[in-house]
């Protein structure tokens, strides 16, 4: 019972029909994750096409539709595949190619699991001279507090996972061992910017010293939002909260004192990840085509620095750096208005990415196994036109009179 | 109007353009009636200067092609028709190549402004200028003296429509838009030779009658002006001169403070003479570690800096450029010495630069106009085999559009190749090279097909494809009008990428496109019944589609991963979700679609040709539909003003697709009145 239970969900899994459908569904969903963009930008098309379980498109506008979304249809396509066009296809010569095709695909799906489970992308910014061994994400934040000790900084980090929910008038209560108080997040904001309040009338959102942070609408390019959010510090010495506001684009830090004396640093940035090397630039190279503002050549000279010690390295658009899994590529470069021997910085991307070059990889195995099959139609094809050409003495004109005199 | 694309000015330029169509009145004024000329250019002169090389848009260029396409902007054709007008003389209703009219902006610009250059699509434009009165029919051609007095409201209402994106515009803002583009253009290229034309004024300065007074033609004269070259030549002295008079100006001298001030005036009025006559870069630097070629202002600040030693070969170029001036003013006959020797010493001087390269051969490939030829050749052939379907038992008509068909394709084949050899790029990096490989591929692949498999469908197919694809070449040159050949982005500059996921994603739009129209023969034929008994027709039809469409998998599947792997090593990212891989995606995902339904035989003949015809709209959406979205990374591939004809396109997809299934309800009916299966029944 139970065998034929599972040999006939097998038999759905891996059928053509399921394939089929999947395909359709999956070219429906990539035009209108591709038309949203137009208006929600892309990552927020990302998210609700690509990146969904199941989406709600409305028909004429109106009436909602639920469909499934890109992870549903790319884990089910994963198991059609598996199951249609690696176990249940029969393993003959004659579909040699069809496996070797069906293989590629698997790796390169592969390749994008990997890299959505393990992957993490951000950007460095170095002028001349810099070096780092951090980069930050494009698009999570942490709250960090810091404080100056003998050896050093020390620093106790939030992440994001802690308070980005509390954007709805929630709080989030944070404390953490070694910190002499416990502080509470307020509205946390996606995308904000600093007014001040008005002198004479209510704030239209809650102040401190003069100022809020006014909710912004997201920006289509989500890494251009810069998040904010108000903090209480519960001192837990009797005296009031110190109340203060956070936005990711502020230079300064807001400093607490604490009960015992100890004074300290919080900031709201841009979550910071580790590198398994320091990048140092040495010289950045922009270039535009002669009198145009075409861009040309953008190139970092950078030393990167890990236990094997200093090495030089170009990197330029096309020609990333690729060590220990991570892949820092060239991205922008600025201040886009500087003068004249003024000091640039670099801009670049960073990955982490363990599954980098199974893509490759796969490309050459799906052209091998689609060459393969393709090749050998084509064979077949021909050998039969040439029979059927063989009967008729002009090659152009004999299917035409075959036709005729039909 | 129908040009349609990125004719915006930058925001600097802007603002100055009533200033410069002033100045170009003040200088018909300075002028007088000017000269004039009323007969042709002596033949070596417009050879000459269609190949003085020049440098714009980051590159060195022919002005044959500046000329070209600026005409083209102007005047949607490539040469210029004039009136019969008496005043003209011999050239009176002849037709003007683009290098002559932009001799005739250039060295007689009041003769050339009575040319109906700027053509107007609707006079509406008129009204809102203010010119109303001056409107000729709804579409004309209309000279610069005849828009010069609406000029100042063009500008009030192209301040108002400027900000606002172009697709965003109505028809008319757009055409407002373009007009004043086209006249700010204009007016630049008519100041080029303003630095040789126009004199400066020494005044009254002691200094400047000193430094002037004993030089050259007019020694033992007093002077009374002196020209641009001249006065560049003895700008280090001029401005050491100055630095002296502040400060004796410092130390309270009256007439120190005076002569300071004509001094100054004399330089400004130098500098402003250079800004005026710089639309067109001409001279190459002495400085060959400097990529970038020298405007007048550049010449300026090189013989400020520098004195004129360093700059021996510049100097005899500015020189020769002044003769080119005095010469016209004799009329066009006397340009055959000077013009010629001025275009052969910035040649010369290109030429040890190691950048006069592809000067004459881009001259000639715009010539031979490859691909619009490849069109005609190609209409033959659909003609040809057009009869031949009528006509089926002559091989004669067969062979004959084969051969004219092969003619086209090598037409294509040496256009696309000759671009490659200038550009030194594989053959597609920019939207416009797209229609001429995919056409040139669809045709290829169309012959090889007939070869293999000769039932004439390839044949006619290949044909038809061949002469829509050059149309549409010729009219996005056409509406664009602008240079077909621009540097790309940095990010642009792989060969290896170019060439490898460029070039086979290409193949994979020509080859599903080809399905899809090779499919519309089988929907057609259904439809109305030809050949309705004739199964080995319609099997070699559905046979070719579906041959075509594994080569399309293929290459679209390639050419998407490896896009893929590109944006990998450019942004960071295998995959995006950027509008242009989407699109590509689609193709990909279309095409095993169609394979897998007919694997499982979901679908058989019809319902494959059903579905190659719904990819050709698939292809249209990526290919130029995700342009017109103007949002993601691939902003170089972005295009506007099409949308009408892409949407017709899909509209007739659709549609024919449609008509697919009406083929299949009918084929169905006579099915169960006969017992047979209709072609796109399902088996299962």
Same mark, same amino acid.
């Given at each position: 019972?139970?065998?034929?239970?599972?040999?006939?969900?097998?038999?759905?899994?891996?059928?053509?029909?399921?394939?089929?459908?999947?395909?359709?569904?999956?070219?429906?969903?990539?035009?209108?994750?591709?038309?949203?963009?137009?208006?929600?930008?892309?990552?927020?098309?990302?998210?609700?096409?690509?990146?969904?379980?199941?989406?709600?498109?409305?028909?004429?506008?109106?009436?909602?539709?639920?469909?499934?979304?890109?992870?549903?249809?790319?884990?089910?396509?994963?198991?059609?595949?598996?199951?249609?066009?690696?176990?249940?296809?029969?393993?003959?010569?004659?579909?040699?190619?069809?496996?070797?095709?069906?293989?590629?695909?698997?790796?390169?799906?592969?390749?994008?699991?990997?890299?959505?489970?393990?992957?993490?992308?951000?950007?460095?910014?170095?002028?001349?001279?810099?070096?780092?061994?951090?980069?930050?994400?494009?698009?999570?934040?942490?709250?960090?507090?810091?404080?100056?000790?003998?050896?050093?900084?020390?620093?106790?980090?939030?992440?994001?996972?802690?308070?980005?929910?509390?954007?709805?008038?929630?709080?989030?209560?944070?404390?953490?061992?070694?910190?002499?108080?416990?502080?509470?997040?307020?509205?946390?904001?996606?995308?904000?910017?600093?007014?001040?309040?008005?002198?004479?009338?209510?704030?239209?959102?809650?102040?401190?010293?003069?100022?809020?942070?006014?909710?912004?609408?997201?920006?289509?390019?989500?890494?251009?939002?810069?998040?904010?959010?108000?903090?209480?510090?519960?001192?837990?010495?009797?005296?009031?909260?110190?109340?203060?506001?956070?936005?990711?684009?502020?230079?300064?830090?807001?400093?607490?004192?604490?009960?015992?004396?100890?004074?300290?640093?919080?900031?709201?940035?841009?979550?910071?990840?580790?590198?398994?090397?320091?990048?140092?630039?040495?010289?950045?190279?922009?270039?535009?085509?002669?009198?145009?503002?075409?861009?040309?050549?953008?190139?970092?000279?950078?030393?990167?620095?890990?236990?094997?010690?200093?090495?030089?390295?170009?990197?330029?658009?096309?020609?990333?750096?690729?060590?220990?899994?991570?892949?820092?590529?060239?991205?922008?470069?600025?201040?886009?208005?500087?003068?004249?021997?003024?000091?640039?910085?670099?801009?670049?991307?960073?990955?982490?990415?363990?599954?980098?070059?199974?893509?490759?990889?796969?490309?050459?195995?799906?052209?091998?196994?689609?060459?393969?099959?393709?090749?050998?139609?084509?064979?077949?094809?021909?050998?039969?036109?040439?029979?059927?050409?063989?009967?008729?003495?002009?090659?152009?004109?004999?299917?035409?009179?075959?036709?005729?005199?039909? | 109007?129908?040009?349609?694309?990125?004719?915006?000015?930058?925001?600097?330029?802007?603002?100055?353009?009533?200033?410069?169509?002033?100045?170009?009145?003040?200088?018909?004024?300075?002028?007088?009636?000017?000269?004039?000329?009323?007969?042709?250019?002596?033949?070596?002169?417009?050879?000459?200067?269609?190949?003085?090389?020049?440098?714009?848009?980051?590159?060195?260029?022919?002005?044959?092609?500046?000329?070209?396409?600026?005409?083209?902007?102007?005047?949607?054709?490539?040469?210029?028709?004039?009136?019969?007008?008496?005043?003209?003389?011999?050239?009176?209703?002849?037709?003007?190549?683009?290098?002559?009219?932009?001799?005739?902006?250039?060295?007689?610009?009041?003769?050339?402004?009575?040319?109906?250059?700027?053509?107007?699509?609707?006079?509406?434009?008129?009204?809102?200028?203010?010119?109303?009165?001056?409107?000729?029919?709804?579409?004309?051609?209309?000279?610069?003296?005849?828009?010069?007095?609406?000029?100042? /409201? @063009? +500008? !009030?209402?192209?301040?108002?429509?400027?900000? #606002?994106? &172009?697709? *965003?515009?109505? =028809?008319?803002?757009?055409? %407002?838009?373009?007009?004043?583009?086209?006249?700010?253009?204009?007016?630049?290229?008519?100041?080029?030779?303003?630095?040789?034309?126009?004199?400066?004024?020494?005044?009254?300065?002691?200094?400047?009658?000193?430094?002037?007074?004993?030089?050259?033609?007019?020694?033992?004269?007093?002077?009374?002006?002196?020209?641009?070259?001249?006065?560049?030549?003895?700008?280090?002295?001029?401005?050491?001169?100055?630095? /002296? @008079? +502040? !400060?004796?100006?410092?130390?309270?001298?009256? #007439?120190? &403070?005076? *002569?300071?001030? =004509?001094?100054?005036?004399? %330089?400004?009025?130098?500098?402003?003479?250079?800004?005026?006559?710089?639309?067109?870069?001409?001279?190459?630097?002495?400085?060959?570690?400097?990529?970038?070629?020298?405007?007048?202002?550049?010449?300026?600040?090189?013989?400020?800096?520098?004195?004129?030693?360093?700059?021996?070969?510049?100097?005899?170029?500015?020189?020769?450029?002044?003769?080119?001036?005095?010469?016209?003013?004799?009329?066009?006959?006397?340009?055959?010495?000077?013009?010629?020797?001025?275009?052969?010493?910035?040649?010369?001087?290109?030429?040890? =630069?190691?950048?006069?390269?592809?000067?004459?051969?881009?001259?000639?490939?715009?010539?031979?106009?490859?691909?619009?030829?490849?069109?005609?050749?190609?209409?033959?052939?659909?003609?040809?085999?057009?009869?031949?379907?009528?006509?089926?038992?002559?091989?004669?008509?067969?062979?004959?559009?084969?051969?004219?068909?092969?003619?086209?394709?090598?037409?294509?084949?040496?256009?696309?190749?000759?671009?490659?050899?200038?550009?030194?790029?594989?053959?597609?990096?920019?939207?416009?090279?797209?229609?001429?490989?995919?056409?040139?591929?669809?045709?290829?692949?169309?012959?090889?097909?007939?070869?293999?498999?000769?039932?004439?469908?390839?044949?006619?197919?290949?044909?038809?494809?061949?002469?829509?694809?050059?149309?549409?070449?010729?009219?996005?040159?056409?509406?664009?009008?602008?240079?077909?050949?621009?540097?790309?982005?940095?990010?642009?500059?792989?060969?290896?990428?170019?060439?490898?996921?460029?070039?086979?994603?290409?193949?994979?739009?020509?080859?599903?496109?080809?399905?899809?129209?090779?499919?519309?023969?089988?929907?057609?034929?259904?439809?109305?019944?030809?050949?309705?008994?004739?199964?080995?027709?319609?099997?070699?039809?559905?046979?070719?589609?579906?041959?075509?469409?594994?080569?399309?998998?293929?290459?679209?599947?390639?050419?998407?991963?490896?896009?893929?792997?590109?944006?990998?090593?450019?942004?960071?990212?295998?995959?995006?979700?950027?509008?242009?891989?989407?699109?590509?995606?689609?193709?990909?995902?279309?095409?095993?679609?169609?394979?897998?339904?007919?694997?499982?035989?979901?679908?058989?003949?019809?319902?494959?040709?059903?579905?190659?015809?719904?990819?050709?709209?698939?292809?249209?959406?990526?290919?130029?539909?995700?342009?017109?979205?103007?949002?993601?990374?691939?902003?170089?591939?972005?295009?506007?003003?099409?949308?009408?004809?892409?949407?017709?396109?899909?509209?007739?997809?659709?549609?024919?697709?449609?008509?697919?299934?009406?083929?299949?309800?009918?084929?169905?009916?006579?099915?169960?009145?006969?017992?047979?299966?209709?072609?796109?029944?399902?088996?299962?």
């Amino acid at each position: 019972m139970v065998k034929a239970i599972f040999s006939k969900l097998g038999g759905v899994l891996g059928s053509l029909w399921l394939s089929v459908a999947l395909l359709a569904l999956l070219t429906l969903m990539t035009w209108l994750g591709t038309r949203a963009q137009e208006h929600m930008g892309l990552f927020m098309a990302q998210k609700k096409y690509f990146e969904s379980w199941l989406y709600v498109e409305r028909l004429a506008g109106i009436v909602p539709f639920p469909l499934p979304g890109g992870m549903t249809l790319m884990s089910v396509l994963f198991v059609n595949l598996l199951i249609g066009g690696l176990v249940k296809v029969r393993w003959k010569w004659q579909k040699a190619g069809i496996l070797i095709t069906h293989i590629g695909i698997v790796l390169l799906l592969g390749a994008g699991f990997v890299k959505g489970m393990m992957a993490t992308e951000g950007y460095l910014q170095l002028f001349e001279g810099e070096r780092s061994s951090v980069y930050r994400s494009h698009h999570d934040w942490e709250i960090v507090l810091e404080e100056a000790v003998d050896d050093g900084v020390r620093q106790w980090i939030v992440p994001d996972g802690e308070f980005l929910d509390r954007y709805d008038g929630r709080t989030a209560r944070v404390s953490a061992e070694g910190l002499p108080f416990k502080f509470t997040i307020h509205d946390f904001l996606l995308n904000s910017t600093p007014m001040t309040a008005p002198p004479f009338a209510a704030s239209p959102f809650p102040a401190v010293d003069g100022a809020y942070l006014k909710p912004l609408e997201l920006e289509l390019e989500h890494e251009r939002n810069v998040a904010g959010c108000r903090i209480t510090v519960d001192h837990g010495d009797g005296r009031a909260p110190t109340e203060g506001l956070l936005w990711g684009f502020e230079r300064a830090p807001m400093t607490v004192d604490a009960a015992d004396g100890r004074r300290f640093g919080i900031t709201l940035r841009k979550k910071e990840l580790p590198m398994p090397f320091t990048v140092k630039l040495d010289e950045f190279t922009h270039e535009y085509y002669p009198n145009t503002m075409i861009p040309k050549v953008y190139m970092s000279d950078v030393t990167v620095i890990d236990e094997d010690g200093p090495a030089k390295h170009k990197i330029r658009m096309n020609e990333p750096l690729r060590q220990d899994d991570m892949i820092v590529f060239q991205s922008s470069w600025g201040p886009t208005n500087a003068r004249p021997g003024e000091r640039l910085y670099s801009g670049f991307s960073v990955v982490e990415n363990p599954a980098d070059q199974w893509p490759w990889y796969s490309m050459w195995v799906i052209a091998a196994g689609m060459l393969l099959h393709f090749g050998l139609m084509l064979l077949r094809f021909i050998d039969r036109e040439s029979v059927a050409r063989s009967r008729g003495a002009d090659p152009l004109v004999a299917a035409a009179r075959k036709g005729v005199e039909a | 109007m129908n040009a349609v694309h990125l004719r915006n000015l930058s925001a600097r330029t802007l603002s100055c353009v009533i200033a410069v169509l002033l100045l170009c009145m003040s200088v018909s004024a300075q002028q007088g009636d000017g000269p004039r000329r009323t007969r042709p250019y002596p033949e070596e002169v417009v050879d000459a200067f269609r190949t003085l090389p020049v440098q714009e848009g980051g590159r060195i260029k022919p002005f044959d092609t500046v000329a070209r396409f600026a005409l083209l902007r102007m005047n949607e054709k490539r040469t210029l028709h004039l009136p019969d007008d008496p005043q003209l003389g011999e050239l009176s209703g002849t037709t003007l190549s683009a290098t002559e009219w932009a001799l005739d902006v250039m060295l007689y610009p009041l003769q050339a402004d009575g040319y109906p250059t700027f053509v107007i699509a609707d006079r509406d434009v008129f009204d809102l200028i203010g010119l109303g009165e001056a409107a000729k029919r709804k579409r004309d051609r209309y000279s610069f003296d005849e828009l010069l007095p609406g000029v100042q /409201k @063009l +500008e !009030q209402e192209f301040e108002r429509y400027r900000e #606002i994106p &172009e697709k *965003e515009r109505t =028809r008319l803002q757009n055409q %407002l838009v373009y007009l004043y583009n086209d006249l700010y253009e204009y007016s630049r290229l008519r100041s080029v030779f303003d630095a040789a034309r126009i004199q400066l004024p020494l005044g009254e300065s002691q200094i400047l009658r000193a430094a002037f007074g004993e030089t050259g033609e007019a020694a033992g004269a007093e002077r009374q002006s002196v020209g641009f070259t001249e006065a560049t030549i003895r700008l280090q002295t001029l401005m050491e001169a100055y630095r /002296k @008079l +502040e !400060q004796q100006a410092g130390s309270g001298s009256d #007439i120190s &403070e005076l *002569e300071l001030q =004509r001094v100054a005036g004399f %330089l400004n009025n130098l500098r402003d003479l250079a800004e005026r006559s710089k639309f067109v870069i001409w001279l190459p630097p002495a400085d060959h570690r400097e990529s970038a070629w020298l405007n007048l202002p550049g010449v300026f600040e090189e013989y400020r800096h520098d004195g004129p030693e360093p700059h021996a070969a510049q100097t005899e170029a500015l020189r020769l450029y002044e003769d080119v001036v005095t010469a016209s003013e004799s009329g066009s006959g006397a340009l055959a010495g000077p013009g010629v020797a001025f275009v052969e010493h910035v040649r010369g001087m290109a030429e040890r =630069r190691g950048e006069l390269g592809g000067i004459d051969l881009e001259v000639s490939y715009h010539d031979a106009d490859w691909f619009y030829k490849a069109q005609w050749f190609y209409l033959l052939a659909f003609v040809l085999a057009a009869v031949m379907w009528l006509v089926p038992r002559s091989g004669a008509l067969a062979w004959s559009s084969f051969g004219v068909s092969s003619v086209a394709t090598v037409l294509v084949v040496i256009g696309i190749v000759q671009r490659c050899i200038l550009r030194e790029r594989p053959p597609v990096s920019t939207l416009y090279e797209t229609i001429l490989f995919i056409t040139g591929c669809t045709a290829l692949v169309c012959l090889i097909v007939e070869v293999i498999s000769p039932r004439r469908i390839a044949l006619s197919v290949g044909a038809a494809l061949g002469a829509l694809g050059m149309f549409v070449a010729y009219m996005f040159e056409m509406n664009d009008a602008k240079d077909t050949m621009p540097q790309l982005q940095a990010v642009l500059d792989t060969n290896f990428w170019l060439g490898v996921h460029v070039t086979t994603v290409t193949l994979g739009y020509a080859a599903t496109m080809l399905a899809g129209f090779v499919a519309h023969i089988f929907v057609f034929g259904k439809l109305f019944g030809i050949r309705r008994d004739d199964k080995t027709f319609y099997r070699s039809v559905a046979r070719m589609t579906y041959g075509v469409l594994c080569f399309a998998t293929l290459f679209s599947t390639f050419g998407t991963i490896s896009g893929g792997i590109w944006a990998n090593d450019s942004w960071g990212r295998f995959w995006g979700w950027d509008p242009k891989e989407n699109g590509a995606l689609m193709i990909v995902l279309w095409n095993l679609l169609i394979l897998h339904a007919r694997m499982g035989g979901l679908v058989r003949n019809l319902g494959i040709s059903i579905l190659a015809i719904f990819g050709n709209s698939i292809v249209a959406f990526s290919w130029w539909g995700v342009n017109l979205m103007g949002v993601g990374l691939h902003s170089y591939g972005f295009q506007s003003g099409l949308n009408f004809w892409v949407n017709m396109f899909y509209w007739i997809q659709w549609g024919v697709a449609g008509l697919g299934v009406v083929a299949w309800a009918m084929e169905r009916s006579r099915a169960a009145g006969g017992g047979t299966l209709p072609e796109g029944a399902s088996t299962s």
